[in-house]
């Protein structure tokens, strides 16, 4: 149901915005999330939006990353600026009718993954 797209390589201080089609998940349904997992690592949440609207971040990225939602086009994005070779590593979009959260585990769907490598 989720489909990511929208990473890349680009050097260090530079932009990117990965998408996710939410498809079958309604503005009225849960929330939506942006995780991370570096190479080598865990997932991390960071970044959740709920049915209302509300973002909220985890600290490495806050000030950095802005999480959105169309929800007339069942969209979420992802508006990645100042990148850091830390940020590199697949980044999953996930959905869950649930209020939100920070533990990936309880996260009922998930997107393939789209992959962002940033340079120093």
């Known amino acids: 149901h989720l489909v990511e797209s929208g990473g890349g390589s680009v050097q260090a201080g530079g932009s990117l915005t990965p998408t996710c089609e939410l498809s079958?998940?309604?503005?009225?349904?849960?929330?939506s999330y942006w995780v991370h997992q570096a190479p080598g690592k865990g997932r991390d949440t960071i970044a959740h939006?709920?049915?209302?609207?509300?973002?909220s971040y985890f600290r490495s990225v806050k000030g950095r990353f802005t999480i959105s939602k169309d929800n007339a086009k069942n969209t979420l994005y992802l508006h990645m600026n100042n990148l850091i070779p830390k940020d590199t590593g697949m980044y999953y979009c996930?959905?869950?009718?649930?209020?939100?959260?920070?533990?990936?585990?309880?996260?009922?769907?998930w997107g393939q993954g789209t992959q962002v490598t940033v340079s120093s």
């Open positions: 996930a959905a869950d009718l649930d209020d939100c959260g920070w533990y990936p585990e309880n996260f009922g769907y």
């Open positions: 939006i709920s049915m209302s609207d509300i973002p």
């Open positions: 079958g998940f309604g503005d009225s349904r849960g929330c």
